[in-house]
């Protein structure tokens, strides 16, 4: 017997386990550019109602061009981190525009915002001080949380009275940091952060905000929920992507005060030690800000279709969940359901993926649709009709 073998069986059976339950996730392939209409590899072309193209910008010409412009003049990698020799010009124009856009002081740069969420909590705090965390933050937070030796306190999700529990806990800490997502990615909820912020001051404590799925689609500019609350320059750290609303690549961010900024670059490991991102993503990074400088033009046409998709899924029938941003959590509870109903939903021609345990919580299966400003109002019709079809045959509605 090899000394696979053993640990070869034992994952089989495991993916057995998880094919048997229903919880097995398959990768569909997609072989066009993103947007509203993708192609998949089955030759099917349909409507895609799953990705974080929340501005539409994903095969945007401007910011393909600026890439392009950026691969000929500052060629195709770095090879390096950015202490070393790592850092163009291009990286810290980028970091200049993503902290004019939040009104803070400073930002760095990360590969993602897995990345910034994981190397932002072990070079600030240690085990005098607090982080109270929200129950529905996101796997990133979670593991960057558990890298720190800082005490950890945990609140129900967007719980004030919860929140406030904990902090009161938390005062025998030295310094603490409330964090929390902007806009949770299941269930579309937007953070309360004038409460949030309220505790804070009353508690001494710091704030963090996660802003990737809320980061060009919350506020009536896009500029997060800095922005909604009225708060912009107040928060002490913001994390955020280049990866959704800001042209869909990859590429990660925190932005805040200048000395937090300062001491990440000196000490955060993911930053330290991996490669600087490309040029053509710096430069597509930048056209983006450019762009949402100039015109307001696709968070007004997220926001409207946002609010004619769920206005006419509700009338429906469908149970969904409330949302203050572009998420749209069709609740089905049922893991199987979830599967069977978008592989139906795929067979009319609506590209959606149905999410279950580990991602969402045992018997709170749904499909979560996400909105775009690269879809047309035709787009939402065919969705809601297909939605409606579906829904009827499998039971979900009447």
């Given amino acids: 017997m ?3 073998s053993g640990f070869q069986k034992y ?4 993916l057995a386990d998880i094919q ?3 919880l097995y996730k398959n990768e569909r392939i997609i072989v066009s550019p993103q947007g509203a209409a993708i192609k998949v590899n089955t030759g099917q072309e349909v409507l895609n109602f799953c990705a974080n193209n929340y501005l539409g910008l994903s ?3 401007e910011l393909i ?3 392009k412009d950026a691969m000929d003049e500052r060629g195709f990698g770095v090879s390096s981190v950015r202490f070393i020799c790592g850092t163009q010009d291009l990286h810290k124009q980028l970091e200049a525009a993503i902290a004019k856009f939040f009104g803070t002081e400073d930002s760095i740069l990360y590969a993602a915002c897995f990345d910034a969420n994981g190397g932002v909590f072990e070079p600030l705090l240690n085990e005098e001080d607090a982080i109270i965390s929200d129950s529905l933050n996101h796997a990133s937070i979670i593991d960057g949380v558990r890298l720190c030796k800082a005490v950890r306190y ?3 999700n967007a719980d004030m009275a919860d929140l406030e529990k904990q902090l009161q806990a938390a005062q025998a800490q030295r310094f603490r940091i409330i964090v929390t997502d902007g806009v949770f990615s299941m269930d579309g909820n937007v953070a309360p952060m004038d409460k949030i912020y309220e505790l804070a001051q009353k508690y001494d404590a710091m704030i963090m905000i996660d802003e990737s799925h809320s980061a060009g689609v919350v506020g009536k500019t896009g500029r997060g929920t800095t922005e909604l609350f009225n708060l912009r320059g107040k928060v002490e ?3 955020g992507t280049l990866g959704k609303s800001f042209g869909g690549a990859i590429g990660g961010f925190t932005t805040g005060k200048k000395e937090i900024i300062d001491m990440l670059r000196q000490r955060s490991r993911p930053y330290l030690f991996s490669n600087s991102i490309p040029p053509a993503i710096a430069a597509a990074g930048i056209k983006m800000f450019e762009m949402m400088d100039r015109t307001n033009e696709l968070q007004d046409k997220l926001h409207a279709n946002t609010d004619y998709f769920v206005e006419k899924m509700k009338a429906a029938g469908f149970d969904i969940k409330p949302t203050q941003s572009s ?3 069709v609740m089905l509870y049922d893991a199987k359901l979830s599967q069977d109903m978008a592989a139906k939903l795929l067979d009319e021609g609506i590209y959606v993926t149905g999410f279950y345990y580990p991602v969402v919580p045992k018997d709170l299966a749904r499909i979560r649709v996400q909105i775009s400003a690269g879809h047309e109002k035709e787009h939402l019709d065919k969705c809601i009709a297909a939605f409606t079809k579906v829904g009827k045959e499998l039971g979900v509605i009447k």
Wanted: glycine share 4%; net charge positive; aromatic share 8%.
């Fill in 2 to 4: 090899s000394t696979y």
């Fill in 11 to 14: 994952l089989q059976n495991e």
């Fill in 20 to 22: 048997s339950a229903g």
């Fill in 59 to 61: 095969n945007n010409k």
């Fill in 65 to 67: 061009q600026a890439a």
């Fill in 154 to 156: 945990r609140y129900a």
């Fill in 237 to 239: 750290i913001i994390t």
């Fill in 327 to 329: 998420i749209c959590a």
